[in-house]
């Protein structure tokens, strides 16, 4: 992973401004402590999930959806929402918790996560599902729709930011360069991509599969803001989001967060295990993975 420091890092000291209250803290690692246990709940409805892809968001989930996205859980498609696309649709079943706790979708709904008929499957439906601003599955699409919509916003004279959450397996797809070019040539400043960093894919390793470092340089080099930030320091990365989102309208570039995150972050047996990228744990497990998220203090 890069340890380069770049001009628009996190050190920036005008980020303390936009540092959440202890409380705020609490508040979002709570969430974050709810996605997971969730995922968990809801993977033993279907039998299988994504359980790693989830963890290493969880911080990222809790901080847009909790703290930073500008939406409205009563009118889920207000026309001046901010959007949140995820090019990892794998991890929806981290995202479908936070739409109910939201009232977004109903409980009974959720329940149902996966069952015949149900809305809600492995991947996100925007056809199907109020508050899903993106359908996916098929990695390396997001940022391409991010684009469009930013566009449309821009036509529209409206100042809605537009969030895609990439894999880092993701920046394999040629289809996120094209759209990497496109948002810098076109100045989308109200797109802001959060890159999860994890270091795995499905088969391995990120960068023994096709590596993709100098991750930071690329992006820069493609004409975008660049910050790198611990994922899962939720005061940081809560600032930083803030700052980006607050500041759309004043930049003139896109914007790429690379957040540096464990797959399976918060269950030990999980983190780096590149054979946890699909799976399903029996309830003996289960309970394990519960006690040691519940035991991490808040
Ligand atoms: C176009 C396409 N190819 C392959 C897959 C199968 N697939 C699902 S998840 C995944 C790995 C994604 O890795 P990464 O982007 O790093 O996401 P992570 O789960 O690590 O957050 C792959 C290859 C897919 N969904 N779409
Ligand atoms: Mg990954």
Known sequence: MSTEVHSADIADQSLNHFEPS???????????????????????????????????????????????????PSEPSWPDRDRFLMGKGHAAVGQFPILADLGIISHELLNGYTRLGSPLGDHPDMTKVPGIDFSSGSIGHALSGACGMALGGRLSRKDFCVFALLGDGEMQEGQVWEAALFAAHQQLSHVIAIIDRNGYQLDGKVDD???????????????????????????????????????????????CVIARTLKGKGVSYMETEPGWHLGYLAPEDAKLAIEEITSQEI
């Open 209 to 255: 599969v096709i590596g993709i470092e100098s991750l930071s340089s690329k992006w820069e080099s493609f004409g975008w803001e660049v910050h790198e930030v611990d994922g899962h320091n939720l005061r940081e990365l809560t600032a930083l989001l803030r700052k980006l989102r607050s500041e759309a309208g004043v930049r003139k570039k896109p914007a």
């Open 22 to 72: 202890d409380q705020e803290i609490q508040k979002l690692r709570q969430k974050a402590q709810f996605v997971r246990l969730e995922t968990i709940r809801l993977i033993e409805i279907a039998k299988v999930g994504h359980y790693t892809s989830v963890f290493s968001a969880a911080e990222i989930f809790s901080a847009l959806y909790y703290d930073v996205m500008r939406i409205r």
